[in-house]
């Protein structure tokens, strides 16, 4: 069974560039996190959905990023415009709800810089 | 939330018992912990759970005391494979859905 996908692996931008971050989750799993990892540091969570509704979005900065998970599949993280400190990894993760699996399956991540 | 405390970094030889602690001081009752791995350039990989008893899986042993305030995670019989960042969760319930807080691990070496 595949993973977790997301692309692009790697991206370099400069600042007040737009950037957009692909994730395809695990067949069925319902539920869909997007995170934040600065270096040297633990994830931290920007978004969940519950398919396609997106029910914690409190710590995304939300002037300038905005996320959405059409038909609740696929979802697409967007930064615009990018600033220097927006350089981290962003990573997704889906389980199969929320409520009922105690395990999330973390995809490679997008590495990105911002110059 | 609760939070966990755990060393920076820790060494161990190829084919030694890796004992990683975490402190939890601040846990309720009815709070999970979770041990989460991150190997260089990968995302998180789940490795255990528990609330109360000591658990064990095909990767790792989890020992938690009986007050709750700290466990241990043993990987029984280390290899090089096992080199990552391994982070100790206290699982938050916010709005019945699980959050899962990282802090920021410790680095385990595992050295030949």
């Known amino acids: 069974e595949a993973g977790v996908v997301q692309s692009p692996r790697y991206k370099i931008i400069e600042k007040k560039q737009p950037v957009a971050f692909w994730c395809n989750p695990i067949s069925g799993h319902n539920t869909l996190y997007w995170y934040r990892q600065n270096l040297g540091q633990g994830p931290e969570l920007l978004i969940r959905y519950e398919n396609e509704e997106a029910v914690d979005d409190s710590q995304l900065p939300k002037d300038r990023f905005s996320a959405e998970r059409l038909k609740g599949v696929d979802s697409t993280l967007k930064i615009q415009p990018a600033e220097l400190g927006d350089s981290a990894v962003y990573l997704c993760?889906?389980?199969?709800?929320?409520?009922?699996?105690?395990?999330?399956?973390f995809g490679p991540g997008t590495r990105l810089t911002v110059t | 939330d609760a939070k966990t405390t755990q060393p920076t970094s820790m060494d161990c030889a190829e084919g030694r018992a890796a004992n990683l602690p975490c402190n939890h001081s601040t846990i309720s009752g009815n709070e999970y912990v979770y041990w989460y791995r991150q190997i260089h350039s990968q995302g998180p990989q789940y490795i255990i759970h528990g609330l109360k008893n000591n658990e064990t899986n095909e990767m790792a042993s989890l020992i938690i005391t009986e007050d709750r305030k700290s466990s241990t995670l043993i990987l029984p019989h280390a290899t090089l494979r096992d080199t990552a960042v391994y982070y100790c969760?206290?699982?938050?319930?916010?709005?019945?859905?699980?959050?899962?807080?990282f802090g920021q691990g410790t680095r385990l070496t595992i050295n030949p």
């Open positions: 969760i206290v699982r938050v319930l916010i709005q019945g859905a699980q959050k899962l807080v």
């Open positions: 993760a889906s389980s199969p709800g929320a409520a009922l699996s105690y395990e999330q399956y």
